[in-house]
Structure formats: C-alpha cells, structure tokens
C-alpha cells in the first residue's frame, strides 16, 4: 500500500464531506446521531465480538491492566456511547449560531457566527470508545473527521466505524464525514501530519512521546491532549471523612484515566490525622504509597520512600504520591513546578482560600470538594469530549459540540462604504 496516497486519498474525501455537512440541517446531524444509538443497541453482540479480538491478541501481547481497561468495550461503556449519541442529538446545534452582535456608529452591524473547523485529524490510543465519541461530536458540530486508533483497537475502531457510516447513509449523509484509518502503519500518522492542505487541526490523545512526535511533524495547528498529572490539596481545617470520599474516589475509580489522581498533598495540621485514615482505606485498595519523609511514617505498610522522579509522574496505576506541606501556597508551588495543566482540587472549608486557590491554579479544570474524575466532558454535561485539551489555544480543558467550533465576522450593511 501507498501510505502516501492513501492517505491524501482520504484527506480529499474528508475535505468534500466537510463541506456537506457543515452545511446540513440540524435535522438531518441529528437523525443520524438517533439512528447510531439504536445501532449501537441493536449490534452490542458484534461490537464485544470485535473487541474481544483486540482484548485477546492484547492478552497474547502482555498489555498491562490499565490499557486493558482502556482497550475494554463492556455493555455499559456501549450503553454509555449510545446515550451520549441521543445526549447530543437533543443539545443545540451551534453551527450558524449568531452568539454575538453590536452596531457601529455608520450604522453596521457586526456579529461573530458560529462555524466548523472543517476537517479534523484525530490520533489516539487504547480508548475504541474515542471512535462514536469523536464521530458524533464533529458530526454535530459540522466538521468532518479522520480518526486514527491504535492498532491494539482495529477491530473495535472498524466495527464501530462500519455503524457510524452506516447511520450517516440513512441519514443522507456522506459516510466520508467520518473514516477510520484502516491500516495500522505507523507511516500513516506521519503522512496525516502533512496534510496541510485538507486537514484544518489535528488532535493527538495518547503518551507523552506521541504528542511531542505529532507536534513536531504536524503542518497544521496541534490541540494537545498531554498527559494528566493531577493533585489533591488537603487545607487546614477541611472535612476529612469528605476529603477521603474525595480522594478515594479520585485515585481508585479508574487509575489508568487521565483524571485520575496523581499527588496529594496535606497541610501539616492535619496529617497526623488524615494520612492513617488513607493508609487505611486506600492501602487497604491496593494504593501503593510514593511518600515525603514527614508522610511516610504514617501511611503504613504499603508506603515507600518517594523518588527523585516521582513528582510529576503519571503513574496510570495504583499508586500515589504524598507530600506534607506547610501552607496552601507551598501545595500550589508544587503544583506549578510538577502538574501538567490538567485537574486540580482542593478539599477546604475555607471559601476565601477556595477562591483563592480556584483563580490562581492553572489547570483546564479545578475543583473545590469534588472528584478529579469529573473533569470529564459528560459529567461537566457537554455529552461527550473528543479529548480534554492542557493548552490553551483553541481550546482549555473537555473539547464538546461548541468547542469544535470557531467564529467568524458578519457585517450586516445598507450601501456603506469606507471613507
């Protein structure tokens, strides 16, 4: 195969469909949006059968259990996707949208309109579930898009392609608004990243070393979806039965997820207290313990030494750095020099020092008393995400509908003319 033509011959048909369905009526986004629910439904049974091919030839491979959860396609996570189609099918369609208008003095008026981005590249791993979810998001939001899964989810990522293209037909929509790469050679992400002349943006979800590869290839502007290395702060004075709750659920939830808990850090005060009781109930879950010398003599037996390198790791495990710190300031300094612009949370009683540490820690989500596991475009309710962006160019945090989306200028005159 010409990877090369292969994949121009891909960017031509994207940069066609674009066209058709930024321009489509609500109606028609939305008709195949309700017919890939009810697919996704009535196909379960085929799409586990798929995945279950990818889930064995992992198992012959040896992947380890967090991408094993990543790579898994369970009924509820089906049942999820389905609902997430039916979520955005009902939610406003922004495209056209005026979202802002004012007149000028010579009696112009000029408004800023809602548009597609065009034609966007989409490179990720593990997560099949990143197929339906970035289908129907730049369905809506008039795009269309290529998506390059990684070869461990071939299967998964074509079947579920097969049901997009399938309902985007019975919509009257052209099946090229979507495609899957279907050759798994890593030749075809370096060709992608030249497309320049097809591709509008290109968004990589996946490792440090893939986003920094893409980055440096790509000829297009780049969304980053970097790594997650997320904090928990533990003030002076917070709820420590609900900052518990809290941080349990952060870090045990799903520790293979980017918004998964990475780094807790408890104010002095209360860490004779608060760090048995997460020896307790998270050692008693498996956590191991990455601690500082203050920490490590109350997190019990499944507590070590921390690591040169340990701050700033992304584990994607169960394991868990804890440091005793001295003041909210000292938790936000080491949140600047080792976090990664993802999610951070702070569990206080204190409002003063909540608002305090909401507007001065640089993170696409902070959160006051609540789990980093909600930094997560369904749960913030845009239906679904097509990956939470760290930089802050075009977009900060879950990338929904409106996120997928710019804006251009509209002038609305009556003969003016510039003098």
Known sequence: MDISAYMTQMGKKAKEAARIIGA?????????????????????????????????????????????????????IIAEMASACRQIAAMPDPVGALESQWQRPNGLLVGKMRIPLGVIAMIYESRPNVTVDSGILCLKAGNAVILRGGSEAIHSNLALAALVHEALEAAGLPRHAVQVVETTDRAAI????KLEQYIDVIIPRGGESLIRNVVQMATMPVLKHYEGVCHAYVDQGADLAQALEVVMNSKTHRPGVCNALEGLLVHADEAQAFLPMVA?????????????????????????????????????????????????????????AYGSNHTELICTRDHNRAMQFVREVDASMVAV???????????????????????????????????????????????????
Do not use: W
Not at 301 to 328: C, Q, W, Y
Not at 375 to 401: C, F, R, W
């Open 24 to 76: 489509a009526p609500p109606a028609m986004k939305s008709e195949a949006l309700e017919r890939l629910a009810d697919l996704l439904v009535q196909r379960e049974a085929q799409i586990t059968a798929a995945n279950e091919l990818d889930l064995e030839a992992a198992r012959q491979r040896g992947m380890d259990a967090p991408r094993m959860d990543r790579l898994r396609l369970t009924p509820a």
């Open 190 to 193: 370096e060709a992608m990243c």
């Open 280 to 336: 307790e109930r998270l050692g008693g879950a498996g956590v191991e313990f990455r601690a500082c010398p203050r920490s490590l003599p109350l997190l019990g037996k499944t507590a070590v030494p921390m690591r040169e390198d340990d701050p700033g790791t992304e584990f994607h495990a169960l394991i868990l750095l804890v440091k005793v710190v001295d003041s909210m300031r000292e938790a936000q300094d080491h949140i600047a």
């Open 369 to 419: 008393n609540a789990s980093s596991r909600f930094n997560d475009g369904g749960q913030l309710g845009l239906g679904a995400e097509i990956g939470i962006s760290t930089s802050k160019l075009h977009s900060y945090g879950p990338m929904g509908v409106t996120e997928l989306t710019t804006t251009k200028f509209v002038v609305f005159g009556r003969g003016q003319v510039r003098a």
